[in-house]
């Protein structure tokens, strides 16, 4: 996950800096990456064959990562504390606090987040991000799960794969 976000400017860039910094804090995600600190081959996070990161990739998995906490229906009272923990060491401006709050407020809505996918990795990273999301899955959230796989066109053997690797390391 290091260095999914680097190297962005302005509003999302600072969004997607929390993602980045969401993703790392989450329980097990550095077990994930390999002695060098970078992810595994064929990830869609850095490396060959991953995307430049944009703003809109960075966007993109934010919003995925916010959908995912709000899969159940809720963002718990610790989900909602780790958003505006990291939103507080972000520095985050008045429209940039907006949009993570607009973003909560709104309803889950799969067919706009798959929209977002604009490529195999992406929508890999768009996956990755919000299985990692999710701590503890319950029936609705692993539908959600389900549906945002079939929704990105993930191939069943990388959803199960990665689901074996986020269970073993909880």
Do not use: C, W
């Not at 190297?7 to 969401?22: F, N, R, W, Y």
């Not at 990739?57 to 958003?83: C, N, R």
């Not at 490529?119 to 389900?146: F, H, R």
């Amino acid at each position: 996950v290091k260095g999914v976000f680097s190297g962005q400017s302005g509003s999302v860039g600072a969004l997607g800096g929390i993602a980045g910094g969401m993703l790392k804090n989450l329980p097990g995600v550095g077990d994930l990456l390999n002695q060098n600190n970078q992810p595994p081959a064929n990830s869609g996070f850095g490396g060959q064959g991953a995307p430049q990161q944009t703003e809109a990739t960075g966007l993109a998995i934010m919003v995925a990562m916010i959908s995912a906490a709000k899969a159940d229906g809720h963002i718990d009272a610790a989900e909602s504390q780790k958003i505006f923990e990291h939103m507080d060491k972000a520095g985050l401006a008045a429209d940039e606090r907006a949009f993570v709050m607009n973003e909560l407020a709104k309803p889950v809505d799969i067919e706009a987040l798959a929209r977002l996918a604009t490529s195999p990795e992406i929508a890999a990273q768009m996956y990755t991000a919000s299985a990692l999301t999710i701590a503890e899955v319950n029936a609705a959230e692993q539908a959600y799960l389900d549906k945002l796989a079939q929704r990105l066109g993930l191939d069943a053997s990388f959803t199960d794969e990665l689901g074996r690797h986020i269970a073993a390391l909880r």
